[in-house]
């Protein structure tokens, strides 16, 4: 079974940046869409950030101009770079695999202080 594992996130101050990482068990990383989503306390999980398997891109319109999500096909890792961080940004934020079902992994808490 696939296994999704985030990390990166942390305490930044307002404009500060952070580079989350997910990495991804198993042999189909490289064929498939990958997403960032991310849950704030009381909100619902939204998608933030989509990348193709041949590397198109997709933003909410909340980050979009400040995160950018990129991938490695041979690490089997989805990154998001996060610029410009605000507080409303403050989330635990997952990766999953879009059209391929895969258990939520733990996520990666960001908290961003004003």
């Known amino acids: 079974q696939v296994q999704l594992v985030e990390s990166g996130g942390g305490l930044v101050q307002a404009g500060g940046s952070l580079r989350l990482s997910c990495v991804a068990s198993?042999?189909?990383?490289?064929?498939?869409?990958m997403a960032w989503y991310r849950q704030a306390p009381g909100k619902q999980r939204e998608s933030v950030a989509v990348?193709?398997?041949?590397?198109?891109?997709n933003y909410a319109d909340s980050v979009k101009g400040r995160f950018t999500i990129s991938r490695d096909n041979a690490k089997n890792t989805v990154y998001l770079q996060m610029d410009s961080l605000k507080p409303e940004d403050t989330a635990v934020y997952y990766c999953?695999?879009?059209?391929?079902?895969?258990?939520w992994g733990k996520g990666t808490l960001v908290t961003v202080s004003s």
């Open positions: 990348v193709r398997s041949g590397g198109n891109t």
């Open positions: 198993g042999s189909i990383f490289s064929a498939k869409a």
């Open positions: 999953n695999f879009i059209g391929y079902y895969a258990p």
